[in-house]
């Protein structure tokens, strides 16, 4: 499925109704460069959830935990992390949970992603002009 976004609000309102959607245990894979929206994707996405607290990228703390929502919701963003680095942070366990996690730079971490996740990719597309962002949404 693809979804066009052509402001940050709209990224946020795609985040926000996939938050809505998301069950025990659900895993989402955000794959973009730098400056395209994941950050903006995944405060609508845990506003979805229920959280109300900000929700910030958690790059210099790996994971950052929200347990006020109908889920407890894990943000990780690899980006800074080796892949053989993920059990010391309990990873694994989170993951597989009764929460939902979010993966901010899931493609840097192929082997250690569950065998189920929803997949997002986010583009820009300058010849649709400044704002506009191309969210690719697939099951894996």
Same mark, same amino acid.
């Given at each position: 499925?693809?979804?066009?976004?052509?402001?940050?609000?709209? +990224?946020?309102?795609?985040?926000? *109704?996939? !938050?809505?959607?998301?069950?025990?245990?659900?895993? %989402?894979?955000? #794959?973009? /460069?730098?400056?395209?929206?994941?950050?903006?994707?995944?405060?609508?996405?845990?506003?979805?959830?229920?959280?109300?607290?900000?929700?910030?990228?958690?790059?210099? +703390?790996?994971?950052?935990?929200? *347990?006020? !929502?109908?889920?407890?919701?894990?943000?990780?963003? %690899?980006?800074? #992390?080796? /892949?053989?680095?993920?059990?010391?942070?309990?990873?694994?366990?989170?993951?597989?949970?009764?929460?939902?996690?979010?993966?901010?730079?899931?493609?840097?971490?192929?082997?250690?992603?569950?065998?189920?996740?929803?997949?997002?990719?986010?583009?820009?597309?300058?010849?649709?002009?400044?704002?506009?962002?191309?969210?690719?949404?697939?099951?894996?």
């Amino acid at each position: 499925m693809i979804k066009n976004s052509y402001r940050a609000k709209e +990224t946020y309102q795609i985040g926000l *109704e996939l !938050g809505k959607q998301a069950k025990p245990g659900d895993v %989402v894979c955000l #794959i973009g /460069e730098l400056g395209v929206g994941k950050t903006v994707f995944s405060q609508g996405f845990g506003a979805g959830i229920g959280i109300s607290e900000p929700i910030s990228s958690p790059t210099f +703390t790996i994971v950052q935990v929200y *347990e006020e !929502g109908r889920l407890p919701f894990y943000h990780f963003d %690899v980006y800074r #992390i080796e /892949e053989e680095e993920l059990f010391e942070i309990g990873f694994e366990e989170m993951v597989e949970g009764e929460g939902v996690s979010l993966i901010e730079w899931a493609d840097r971490i192929p082997d250690s992603l569950p065998e189920h996740y929803t997949e997002i990719t986010i583009e820009k597309q300058p010849e649709q002009g400044f704002d506009y962002r191309k969210i690719t949404i697939c099951e894996r």
